[in-house]
């Protein structure tokens, strides 16, 4: 008994609790990462390939409506190209200086 517990703490000094803990934080970010990545790399859906759809029929934003086009082309689209195609919309949207209708008529 006493040797299965003088090579049980040879066994726990030679490997700390810590590490082992850090191991478990480690894979577990790991898993996360690749659960994100699988989770982008998948096809879109019917609902997001009408905006898609949509976003290239529009013209307020040129550069958006080039991507979908391009997007339009591919056989399928992944959720990555359609989250880029959606913040390009976002950015060139929020950029995108929108004035008042004037009157031809009416003086200043």
């Known amino acids: 008994m006493r040797k ?4 049980f703490q ?3 000094s030679s490997f700390p609790m810590e590490n082992i803990l850090n191991y478990c934080v480690i894979s577990m970010i790991s898993i996360i990462l690749i659960v994100a990545a699988l989770a982008l790399l998948r096809p879109i859906n019917a609902e997001q390939y009408r905006l898609v759809t949509q976003y ?3 013209a307020t934003c040129p550069k958006t409506q080039k991507i ?3 997007l339009q082309h591919q056989e399928s689209i992944k959720r990555i190209e359609y989250l ?3 913040r390009a919309y976002h950015f060139e949207n929020s950029h995108v200086k ?3 209708a004037v ?3 009416d003086p200043e």
């Open 68 to 70: 979908a086009v391009q």
């Open 10 to 12: 040879k066994l726990y």
């Open 103 to 105: 009157d031809i008529a």
């Open 4 to 7: 299965f517990k003088a090579y």
């Open 98 to 100: 929108k004035y008042p």
């Open 56 to 58: 290239s029929k529009q």
């Open 84 to 86: 880029r195609l959606l």
